[in-house]
């Protein structure tokens, strides 16, 4: 036997143990196409044959099989080269078009090599992902009658790329479209500062930020976005991400700074997920109250290069909670504190004073007749004057409070007698004023005054200054004679 025999048997036998599916093919009828449409000026072919699917399946009528290893018949799940060949149109279909553009192209374009990423199917009809490579076999430059194919079986890591690549999708499908606004920053700058401030030997992070308060506004400069959603714009109504960036000292300022400190306090502790209530500004200027989620992201925490921070819009709940608390201490009619406010600080004064206290009681003259003659809504009006007249006289920490029906108490901590019979003449102007605008209903407030005296209970206070109201109130219905015209402080 011929060493060239020997060589030709070695070959045969490495293609048939070859743990890869392997083809020889005859790509002549190819060259000869392409021949033809050189002979018709076809310059760009990948134009060419997607504009004409039909030259494409001409090129892979002319491509003739003509053998095929073990391993392409346990891949494909044929019998033999006829049972493969007899259903290749099941093996090369549906994605395979794309990818055989491509492959065309190479070849045309000088190439006696070619590769792709394709789809395949099995006779029993299972997807393979494969990654083909093609090379035209030395000595058949010129006529391309044999080409080796080699086909690899990548459907388990294409598999599991789609799988990624779907998880990823699903993950920014989450982060874009998500309810609240979302952020995605990087603290690495942060970790670093905070890092060198351990190697310097500070242990008490706190004392150290009450100390420099610099620091903390160095950390929220350092601090980068590198995404935000949909809905972040939205919340803050900025027209883009550009916008938004650009203008974040805008979003970030006044009540911000001290969150943040306790931030960077958390973080400082290990504490890589924190919540709290958060105050920032739309680009509108509207104040927006927030409740702010922080989470350093899963294998970042040893740099802090990749943070989530979500926030929820609770302006709506915060002002709930604020009318809801206005209510708990306020008259809603007149403006002014109510019964329950009055009582807590009367007690909180005794406690704590400061003393003398002043308590001045008023009692509003002719409510019935003019909620008798005129009506309730002319009472209401009534009740609101006084409390506009009340809330023009003192200022904290004095406070007026509606006690009864007609009746206000006004509480003036640190006040002795001369300062509070000052409080009432400005009380009596300030009815003259507002009776210059209600002319056909005056207003008449009947007062009282007392000042405490050293081991005074704020109780007899009250009392003293409630039995002069209504002193004063007797006086008024004997000065009108029933003229409810009368105006005034009694």
């Not at 030997?201 to 601090?223: K, L, N, Y």
């Not at 109250?289 to 802090?304: A, G, I, M, N, Y």
């Amino acid at each position: 036997m011929s060493v060239s025999s020997i060589d030709r048997d070695s070959d045969a036998e490495m293609f048939d143990l070859a743990p890869v599916s392997l083809w020889i093919e005859d790509y002549s009828g190819v060259r000869a196409l392409f021949d033809e449409w050189r002979a018709e000026n076809v310059t760009d072919i990948k134009a060419y044959l997607t504009a004409n699917p039909d030259r494409v399946r001409r090129c892979s009528e002319c491509i003739r099989v003509l053998k095929v290893n073990p391993k392409t018949l346990e891949l494909y799940g044929a019998r033999d080269l006829d049972h493969l060949m007899a259903n290749l149109g099941q093996v090369l279909r549906d994605d395979t078009f794309k990818s055989h553009v491509e492959e065309l192209a190479q070849l045309w374009y000088g190439q006696t090599s070619f590769s792709s990423n394709t789809v395949n199917y099995t006779l029993t009809g299972k997807r393979l992902d494969i990654q083909l490579s093609g090379r035209v076999l030395p000595g058949h430059e010129q006529s391309w009658d044999r080409v080796m194919v080699s086909i690899e079986d990548v459907t388990e890591r294409e598999s599991v790329r789609r799988d990624l690549l779907d998880s990823q999708n699903y993950a920014f499908g989450l982060f874009a479209h998500s309810p609240v606004s979302l952020w995605v920053e990087d603290f690495s700058a942060v970790k670093r500062l905070v890092d060198d401030l351990r190697a310097r030997g500070i242990e008490d992070f706190r004392v150290f930020t009450d100390v420099h308060e610099e620091f903390v506004s160095r950390c929220m400069s350092e601090i980068h976005v590198i995404d935000v959603n949909s809905r972040t714009l939205q919340l803050f109504g900025a027209a883009d991400k550009k916008t938004l960036l650009h203008n974040l000292p805008r979003i970030f300022r006044d009540e911000m700074g001290p969150p943040f400190r306790e931030q960077l306090i958390d973080l400082w502790d290990g504490k890589l997920f924190q919540q709290r209530e958060v105050v920032n500004y739309a680009l509108d200027g509207t104040k927006l109250h927030l409740l702010l989620q922080f989470s350093v992201l899963p294998s970042h925490e040893h740099d802090w290069s990749q943070v989530q921070v979500a926030l929820t819009d609770i302006t709506a709940r915060k002002k709930a909670e604020t009318y809801l608390e206005f209510l708990g201490t306020h008259d809603v009619l007149t403006r002014t504190m109510n019964r329950s406010f009055y009582a807590d600080e009367l007690n909180r004064l005794e406690r704590k004073g400061p003393l003398p206290v002043t308590v001045i009681v008023a009692d509003l003259n002719g409510l019935k007749a003019a909620n008798d003659e005129l009506g309730h809504a002319a009472g209401d009006t009534l009740l609101r004057r006084a409390g506009e007249v009340f809330e023009s006289l003192i200022e904290k920490p004095a406070s007026v409070s509606r006690i009864g029906g007609d009746e206000f108490a006004v509480l003036l901590p640190g006040t002795d007698a001369v300062v509070g019979e000052a409080v009432l003449a400005s009380l009596k102007e300030l009815i003259e004023i507002n009776n210059q605008f209600y002319p056909d209903v005056p207003l008449s407030i009947s007062t009282g005054m007392a000042t405490s005296r050293p081991g005074d209970r704020l109780e007899q206070v009250v009392k003293r200054a409630d039995m002069k109201m209504l002193h004063a109130k007797r006086m008024y219905h004997l000065r009108s004679s029933g003229n409810r015209r009368k105006t005034g402080a009694a």
